[in-house]
């Protein structure tokens, strides 16, 4: 089983709705992330979650909300999506116990915003 | 603020030839480094990292990176690249003493023809 899963794998909305991806894991990792992917630019990091009660934006978080509802469970909502939030999106896990931040991956979420 | 460049944005090789990706940062402090793989329509895989110790690490598939901290480099190398190499790279760096965040490169596409 994966270690890390994100649902859906792809979804097609409409601007203004409202919509939540769902991420969870089984590393018992306690930093989660939430990046987006975007062709040329990378991967921006959107939210991101120390442990359940510590929740920091990044560099993109306009637009985004994120829930940490337990140590394995962290969430992400366009509260009104638009087009330019089209992209695909990737949750990951850290574990703070270790020395360098390797971070482990979910397969990510293809979003499209009509 | 810290970031991360890749030059090469799009590099196409053939079967055998050598590569050689670069990745530079712009952070003085104490760095752990990172090389990710993206294959197509896959999530990210860690290719390879450094924290410590010797400055060139040998990654799975016979990729190595050597980190020379003169010149804030971490560039990926790979003697023979084979036709499933074909992938997108990331360079990513982590601070563990300061922004505490993985910051990513905005990635090099590499195809490898057969």
């Known amino acids: 089983d994966a270690d890390v899963t994100q649902t859906p794998r792809n979804r097609i909305t409409k601007t203004g709705k409202r919509i939540m991806l769902e991420c969870s894991q089984t590393?018992?990792?306690?930093?989660m992330y939430w990046y987006r992917q975007d062709p040329g630019l990378g991967l921006r990091l959107i939210y991101y979650?120390?442990?359940?009660?510590?929740?920091n934006k990044g560099e993109i978080s306009d637009g985004y909300s994120v829930s940490r509802q337990a140590q394995a469970k962290f969430s992400l909502s366009l509260e009104s999506a638009i087009p330019n939030q089209t992209a695909l999106y990737f949750c990951?896990?850290?574990?703070?116990?270790?020395?360098?931040?390797?971070?482990?991956f979910g397969p990510g979420t293809r979003l499209t915003v009509l | 603020a810290q970031s991360v460049s890749q030059h090469n944005h799009h590099v196409i090789l053939s079967e055998a030839a050598s590569l050689e990706l670069g990745c530079n940062y712009s952070y003085g402090g104490t760095v752990n480094l990172f090389w990710y793989v993206q294959y197509p329509g896959q999530h990210l895989q860690l290719l390879l990292k450094y924290f410590s110790g010797d400055p060139l690490v040998k990654g799975i598939k016979g990729f190595e990176a050597e980190f020379i901290k003169s010149k804030f480099s971490f560039n990926l190398r790979k003697p023979s690249v084979q036709w499933s190499d074909t992938a997108e790279y990331f360079c990513?760096?982590?601070?563990?003493?300061?922004?505490?965040?993985?910051?990513f490169g905005t990635g090099t596409r590499l195809l490898v023809s057969p």
């Open positions: 590393k018992g990792h306690d930093r």
């Open positions: 979650s120390f442990d359940v009660k510590d929740i």
């Open positions: 990951a896990t850290s574990d703070s116990n270790r020395l360098a931040d390797t971070q482990y």
């Open positions: 990513a760096v982590f601070s563990p003493g300061g922004f505490q965040k993985l910051v």
